[in-house]
């Protein structure tokens, strides 16, 4: 699976041999798309039909996952974002943000535990490209209520500070975000 910013920058480079595998040397080339799948982002329900390519080299194929859209999720970033905003700043439970998503209680749970269990890996990402882009900013960070919220908040500085860099002002943060993540906040602990 690789983690892409702009799926049609992706499958653009993909046709044209750009793009390197992430297990050897050698470049990928297209092998058709993966099989279509419904995701719920905030503006509503999207289909997404990734591309799937396939290494020249070890012939190991990898689907090239918009950001947007978590793996394994039925649910697009912008919600799986909301909802872990409203924990780490509003301090809201599980249930008052499934109710306010219109999503089951779950799947909210599920991911609160995963983002707690993810903290420790999302600061260390967002240290890392804060310092390495804006070390002023990462010095006036304060600590907040939570090692979520703290870790959040770091995170979304470092987003603030490589759009500015990078003249990504037009992308969401939230997809900024989740690459600085290396594509995802909620990965188990062996995404590192």
Request: glycine letters at 8%; proline letters at 6%.
């Amino acid at each position: 699976m690789i983690v892409v910013l702009n799926e049609d920058a992706a499958r653009a480079a993909l046709a044209k041999g750009m793009l390197s595998c992430p297990a050897c040397p050698a470049r990928l080339g297209p092998w058709g798309s993966a099989r279509t799948r419904a995701v719920r982002q905030a503006d509503g329900p999207h289909s997404v039909r990734p591309a799937r390519a396939r290494c020249r080299g070890c012939g190991v194929t990898h689907v090239l996952i918009p950001v947007a859209c978590p793996p394994r999720s039925g649910y697009g970033l912008s919600i799986v974002g909301t909802a872990l905003l409203s924990h780490a700043a509003q301090g809201l439970g599980h249930r008052p943000i499934a109710a306010g998503l219109q999503i089951p209680e779950e799947t909210v749970r599920r991911w609160l535990r995963q983002a707690r269990r993810s903290v420790d890996r999302i600061r260390r990402r967002a240290a890392g490209a804060l310092f390495h882009i804006d070390p002023d900013m990462f010095g006036r960070l304060a600590p907040l209520r939570s090692a979520l919220a703290d870790a959040l908040n770091m995170l979304f500085a470092a987003a603030v500070a490589t759009a500015r860099r990078h003249r990504l002002e037009s992308v969401c943060l939230w997809r900024i975000a989740a690459m600085i993540c290396g594509g995802h906040f909620l990965a188990d602990a062996r995404a590192d």
